[in-house]
């Protein structure tokens, strides 16, 4: 027995079918070899432990986020209208409730309803377990705007592509109510490299048109777009110029642009992306919420609205057709 | 919020997923030590092969070709939490996800203590060990490794070696050192 016999023994996983003579041979190997010992030990720590099978329903979980990442992916090209069954099944209990109260003449403070559906909702979503506390940030509270809510995101990460749509969908349908800012998050050099593009692209007035592009670009088309080559390129297609391109990327503004967003991300302690966060306070992303994060968004907001403009937005709600 | 697949991709995705996906949570579960951690990577590893289905359907070994998919997403998302502090507590949801086979009360310590100090060390090997380890560990021959790795079975049997060689290591070092596995805890 020597150490490559110990070796092949190991990778081949041989050990429970030695002979009692192999076994004999083996100890006396190890008790002379402290390479082959601690090799021996660290296998043997590991093969002892047993990994237990995964929970009944998780294929099932992987079958709906599949189901509803292909949906949200497939959006980006047809931009179908879709509520989300959940999310509008709480719109409408908000508006059923405003309708009821505004009917009963409660008056414009919302009523007991409304208070009863958005307690429903609050109960719905826990703090630590769908969403965590910002409590270490400086909160931001509800301007003209809005509720100040900010995604962070990286062109790079596909769930951020798969979000997206859910997301455009949402500013279109809250605005006046959420006052949505987009901020890349950067974790590694291509990450800062397409910040430094987005900036670029929002200095420059083509932020619109270019941001579901960058997304297509990468997941659609393949192109990592990981290099200021690539980039410039590809902004060339929007009409910019390389001139124009050098001037705005390398410009002190986009600079601080991309320096505020990770001084951003690092007071939201943002780890993951697709992740949004509501006023300064709460931070949601899918790892917490799973698919019902946009739902516990809409909650996080509906708390953090001044009383008046929640109770405006009821009045609205009640309104025959769905306009004003 | 969940939308389902079409019959047909629906179809194609469990015919190909779904006869490794306990393997692939097994491997996860290994290579995070964490339940929580190990769902998110395998449904990132599904997400992938809903994407790439044609992909999937064309190799000759889906398994692997789902392991080392799920071996990419692990080192991505293990260069994204470098910083985190990860090691698991007694009493955390690891400790009932990977357990010992170990028979009889005195055993059945030993196998706790081994796991414990297998969890306060893991975090300083390297990802690629990790996962080199734990696939290992799940019971994939070198064949196996080296087409989920894409290298050679020699460079493979090497970097194993070099791997549990490490790992001896630092078991050694967290047995001598007890107060280094507190700082590492409470990092």
Same mark, same amino acid.
């Given at each position: 027995?020597?150490?490559?016999?110990?070796?092949?023994?190991?990778?081949?996983?041989?050990?429970?079918?030695?002979?009692?003579?192999?076994?004999?041979?083996?100890?006396?190997?190890?008790?002379?070899?402290?390479?082959?010992?601690?090799?021996?030990?660290?296998?043997?720590?590991?093969?002892?432990?047993?990994?237990?099978?995964?929970?009944?329903?998780?294929?099932?979980?992987?079958?709906?986020?599949?189901?509803?990442?292909?949906?949200?992916?497939?959006?980006?090209?047809?931009?179908?209208?879709?509520?989300?069954?959940?999310?509008?099944?709480?719109?409408?209990?908000?508006?059923?409730?405003?309708?009821?109260?505004?009917?009963?003449?409660?008056?414009?403070?919302?009523?007991?309803?409304?208070?009863?559906?958005?307690?429903?909702?609050?109960?719905?979503?826990?703090?630590?377990?769908?969403?965590?506390?910002?409590?270490?940030?400086?909160?931001?509270?509800?301007?003209?705007?809005?509720?100040?809510?900010?995604?962070?995101?990286?062109?790079?990460?596909?769930?951020?592509?798969?979000?997206?749509?859910?997301?455009?969908?949402?500013?279109?349908?809250?605005?006046? #109510?959420? /006052? %949505?800012?987009?901020?890349? @998050?950067? !974790?590694?050099?291509? +990450?800062?490299?397409?910040?430094? &593009? $987005?900036?670029?692209?929002?200095?420059?007035?083509?932020?619109?048109?270019?941001?579901?592009?960058?997304?297509?670009?990468?997941?659609?088309?393949?192109?990592?777009?990981?290099? #200021?080559? /690539? %980039?410039?390129?590809?902004? @060339?297609? !929007?009409?910019?110029? +390389?001139?124009?391109?050098?001037? &705005? $990327?390398?410009?002190?503004?986009?600079?601080?642009?991309?320096?505020?967003?990770?001084?951003?991300?690092?007071?939201?302690?943002?780890?993951?992306?697709?992740?949004?966060?509501?006023?300064?306070?709460?931070?949601?992303?899918?790892?917490?919420?799973?698919?019902?994060?946009?739902?516990?968004?809409?909650?996080?907001?509906?708390?953090?609205?001044?009383?008046?403009?929640?109770?405006?937005?009821?009045?609205?709600?009640?309104?025959?057709?769905?306009?004003? | 919020?969940?939308?389902?697949?079409?019959?047909?991709?629906?179809?194609?995705?469990?015919?190909?997923?779904?006869?490794?996906?306990?393997?692939?949570?097994?491997?996860?579960?290994?290579?995070?030590?964490?339940?929580?951690?190990?769902?998110?990577?395998?449904?990132?590893?599904?997400?992938?092969?809903?994407?790439?289905?044609?992909?999937?359907?064309?190799?000759?070994?889906?398994?692997?070709?789902?392991?080392?998919?799920?071996?990419?997403?692990?080192?991505?998302?293990?260069?994204?939490?470098?910083?985190?502090?990860?090691?698991?507590?007694?009493?955390?949801?690891?400790?009932?996800?990977?357990?010992?086979?170990?028979?009889?009360?005195?055993?059945?310590?030993?196998?706790?203590?081994?796991?414990?100090?297998?969890?306060?060390?893991?975090?300083?090997?390297?990802?690629?060990?990790?996962?080199?380890?734990?696939?290992?560990?799940?019971?994939?021959?070198?064949?196996?490794?080296?087409?989920?790795?894409?290298?050679?079975?020699?460079?493979?049997?090497?970097?194993?070696?070099?791997?549990?060689?490490?790992?001896?290591?630092?078991?050694?070092?967290?047995?001598?050192?007890?107060?280094?596995?507190?700082?590492?805890?409470?990092?």
């Amino acid at each position: 027995m020597n150490c490559d016999s110990i070796d092949l023994i190991l990778d081949g996983h041989r050990a429970p079918g030695l002979s009692p003579a192999e076994r004999q041979d083996v100890a006396m190997h190890l008790s002379g070899c402290s390479r082959c010992a601690g090799g021996w030990a660290a296998h043997d720590a590991l093969a002892r432990e047993k990994a237990c099978g995964p929970p009944p329903d998780l294929f099932a979980r992987a079958m709906g986020q599949l189901g509803a990442a292909r949906a949200a992916s497939q959006g980006i090209h047809r931009r179908r209208r879709m509520l989300a069954g959940t999310a509008a099944a709480a719109a409408a209990i908000v508006a059923v409730a405003a309708y009821v109260s505004l009917d009963n003449g409660v008056g414009t403070e919302g009523g007991g309803l409304t208070n009863i559906a958005t307690v429903q909702l609050a109960q719905r979503f826990v703090a630590g377990r769908d969403y965590e506390l910002l409590s270490a940030a400086t909160p931001q509270p509800a301007t003209a705007d809005g509720v100040p809510v900010t995604e962070f995101f990286m062109y790079q990460c596909f769930p951020c592509y798969s979000f997206e749509p859910q997301l455009e969908r949402f500013r279109t349908e809250t605005l006046g #109510r959420v /006052a %949505l800012t987009r901020v890349p @998050a950067v !974790f590694n050099a291509v +990450a800062e490299l397409h910040a430094r &593009a $987005f900036y670029t692209a929002e200095a420059l007035g083509k932020l619109e048109a270019m941001h579901a592009a960058f997304y297509d670009e990468i997941h659609v088309r393949n192109n990592r777009l990981a290099s #200021r080559e /690539a %980039l410039a390129e590809f902004f @060339a297609r !929007f009409g910019v110029d +390389a001139a124009a391109f050098d001037a &705005a $990327f390398d410009s002190s503004a986009v600079d601080a642009r991309v320096q505020d967003a990770i001084a951003l991300g690092r007071e939201y302690r943002i780890q993951a992306t697709p992740s949004i966060v509501v006023a300064g306070r709460y931070a949601a992303n899918p790892s917490m919420a799973g698919p019902a994060m946009l739902e516990v968004v809409e909650q996080l907001v509906a708390d953090e609205m001044p009383c008046e403009t929640r109770c405006a937005g009821a009045g609205r709600l009640r309104l025959p057709g769905g306009n004003e | 919020m969940r939308l389902p697949m079409s019959d047909s991709l629906e179809q194609r995705f469990r015919n190909l997923v779904q006869p490794h996906f306990a393997a692939l949570y097994r491997a996860a579960l290994r290579l995070t030590r964490r339940r929580a951690d190990a769902e998110d990577l395998v449904q990132e590893v599904c997400l992938r092969a809903c994407t790439r289905l044609d992909d999937l359907a064309a190799v000759a070994n889906p398994r692997a070709w789902l392991m080392r998919a799920l071996y990419h997403l692990f080192v991505d998302s293990a260069r994204r939490k470098r910083r985190q502090a990860a090691v698991p507590l007694a009493g955390t949801d690891a400790g009932d996800s990977i357990a010992s086979d170990a028979a009889g009360p005195d055993l059945a310590a030993e196998a706790d203590r081994t796991h414990e100090r297998l969890a306060a060390v893991w975090h300083r090997l390297d990802p690629e060990q990790r996962a080199l380890l734990s696939l290992h560990a799940e019971g994939n021959d070198l064949e196996e490794l080296a087409a989920i790795f894409a290298i050679n079975r020699n460079a493979l049997s090497a970097r194993l070696h070099r791997a549990r060689q490490r790992l001896a290591k630092l078991l050694a070092a967290s047995e001598q050192e007890p107060a280094l596995r507190l700082v590492e805890t409470e990092r």
